[in-house]
């Protein structure tokens, strides 16, 4: 079946400008997660949905990053006012339980780059 | 908090060499173990994992031991071979109701022929 799916794959935006980007979740996976992946930082957790709502932001670097998850299905992050410093690969995860034993599946990964 | 620690890349190694990648974490409770491989061009995909103490977790050659005693899930694999290059994170999940990952730092290993 189909995987985890993120768009757009490449994103080059200027400093100060807004950028989104979209997950689709494996069809039916309640639990959703977001990551992020940089040079200096690592593989970081961002965010975790269950259904719609996001019992844990915890990861969120500023303000100035938000997401939102509609119909228990598709997210979006959002990056406001982008900074150089944003620029890393934002990974989207689904399982279809957030216990801590499952499997998480992840898409391929949306590269921003911010000039 | 919760952390994982893994061995500084790159590892080079010759075919049919033996590896093992050290990976050591720092958490509370009981956590799941977890080895995650990124192959180059391609996204973060399971590799094996272990839910409790004692488990040995094992895929395509690969295995890791969850050692609570050691608090260590070292990744070995008796004989690599080039389509094995790729970058390896282990990582767990914690006592969170949450599921997320913590992830070490990730090890690129490169298999010459």
């Known amino acids: 079946g189909a995987g985890v799916s993120q768009s757009p794959s490449n994103k080059v935006t200027e400093k100060g400008k807004d950028v989104e980007l979209r997950c689709d979740p494996i069809s039916g996976h309640t639990a959703l997660y977001w990551y992020r992946q940089s040079l200096g930082q690592g593989l970081e957790f961002l965010i975790y949905f269950q259904g719609n709502s996001a019992p844990d932001k915890s990861g969120l670097p500023s303000d100035r990053f938000s997401a939102e998850r509609t119909g228990g299905s598709v997210s979006t992050l959002t990056i406001q006012r982008t900074q150089q410093e944003d620029s890393a690969v934002y990974l989207c995860a689904s399982t279809n339980s957030a216990i801590r034993q499952e499997t998480q599946y992840f898409g391929p990964g949306t590269r921003l780059l911010v000039l | 908090g919760n952390s994982v620690t893994q061995m500084e890349g790159p590892v080079t190694l010759s075919e049919e060499a033996f590896l093992t990648i050290n990976c050591t974490y720092t958490?509370?409770?009981?956590?799941?173990l977890f080895w995650y491989v990124q192959y180059p061009g391609e996204g973060l995909q399971l590799l094996l994992k272990?839910?409790?103490?004692?488990d040995k977790g094992s895929n395509k050659g690969f295995e890791a031991t969850y050692r609570k005693e050691t608090t260590s899930f070292h990744l070995e694999k008796g004989s690599v071979q080039v389509s094995d290059s790729a970058v390896y994170f282990c990582?767990?999940?914690?006592?969170?109701?949450?599921?997320?990952?913590?992830f070490g730092q990730g090890t690129t290993l490169q298999v010459k022929p």
């Open positions: 272990a839910t409790k103490a004692d």
């Open positions: 990582a767990l999940t914690g006592s969170s109701n949450t599921g997320k990952l913590i």
């Open positions: 958490a509370t409770g009981y956590p799941s």
